[in-house]
């Protein structure tokens, strides 16, 4: 079975969403407190979810970025490993420097908890597979700071080799170039804002973040 | 040894605090302001008290965490 192990540092709020969605989908998964040093054998991807770790104190994502877990998520993604950040995921990323750029506060200064349309703007990664490039999809956002920032040299870099995976349809947060998700160099990591596993049930606004999972789950079979 | 660290958002990065408290001022009546930006001040204490070790390790420690440089800039005081 694919396995996937999901982060859960102090304020992670979205691990046990992701985990239903992701068991829902036919992976095994397996829940990681921060505090650990080793993970978990066999696992094929790893995963933080949404939330307000540490409070979101100092910055969101910067005392995540230097926990113990951190540090042996960072080594299994350099070692060519597999990593999905949503939302506050996504900022633990940034902060840790697996992605590049940074997520700053919202233009309007307010949290935003709706439902948002993108465009997949890269379908030929693991994560997006089942979608057509140029798809628009519906997915909710939750976040205070969502607003991607990086410098024009980085933009351009992503823009230019399809690290750019999901677009803003309506920009909501101030991000450059309506980003809302982006790819490691390499392709295997993936940062991105909307929650897809608020997206995968049927009493759920939208079922569009089923393309996600069931993409990965393909890509390891 | 006490040290205070004050955190910046980088010039030229849009600051949507800084405005917000901005358009306030000037709404009250504080015509004359042009520019705000908000940062933060941390305060530290060190059981260490060579200056020059302690703005090494305090500048060290605004790379690694209290500050990040993709968007803020830092300036560390010995107080």
């Known amino acids: 079975m694919t396995k996937v192990g999901i982060i859960i540092f102090p304020g992670s709020n979205c691990d046990k969403d992701l985990g239903e969605g992701l068991v829902a989908t036919g992976f095994d998964v397996e829940y990681i407190w921060h505090k650990n040093t080793e993970l978990p054998n066999n696992l094929d991807l790893i995963a933080i979810p949404g939330g ?67 465009l997949v703007e890269n379908s030929d990664s693991i994560f997006t597979s089942n979608y057509h490039p140029g798809q628009e999809i519906n997915l909710p956002i939750a976040h205070h700071d969502g607003n991607y920032i990086a410098d024009a040299e980085t933009i351009s870099e992503l823009e230019d080799n399809g690290r750019v995976v999901f677009k803003y349809l309506e920009n909501p947060n101030g991000s450059i170039n309506n980003i809302a998700g982006i790819l490691s160099k390499n392709k295997r990591v993936l940062g991105m804002m909307p929650h897809p596993e608020r997206a995968v049930d049927k009493i759920h606004a939208s079922n569009d973040g089923r393309n996600l999972f069931s993409s990965l789950l393909e890509s390891f079979k | 040894m006490k040290v205070r660290v004050h955190v910046m958002p980088k010039d030229g990065l849009l600051d949507p605090q800084g405005e917000a408290i901005n358009i306030a001022l000037v709404n009250m009546g504080f015509a004359e302001v042009k520019n705000v930006k908000q940062g933060k001040v941390i305060e530290l204490e060190l059981e260490e008290e060579d200056k020059i070790v302690v703005k090494n390790r305090v500048e060290e420690m605004c790379q690694k965490l209290l500050a990040n440089s993709v968007i803020e800039s830092f300036q560390v005081e010995v107080i």
Do not use: H
């Not at chain 1, 104190?57 to 910067?62: M, S, V």
């Open chain 1, 52 to 118: 307000f770790s540490f409070g979101d104190y100092l910055r969101c994502g910067a005392i995540a970025a230097k926990s113990p877990i951190t540090e042996v998520v960072l080594k299994f993604a350099k070692e060519g490993g597999y990593l999905l950040g949503i939302c506050n995921g996504f900022q633990v990323l940034c902060e840790s420097g697996l992605l590049p750029g940074a997520l700053v506060g919202n233009v309007g200064l307010k949290f935003i908890c709706r439902q948002e349309s993108f």
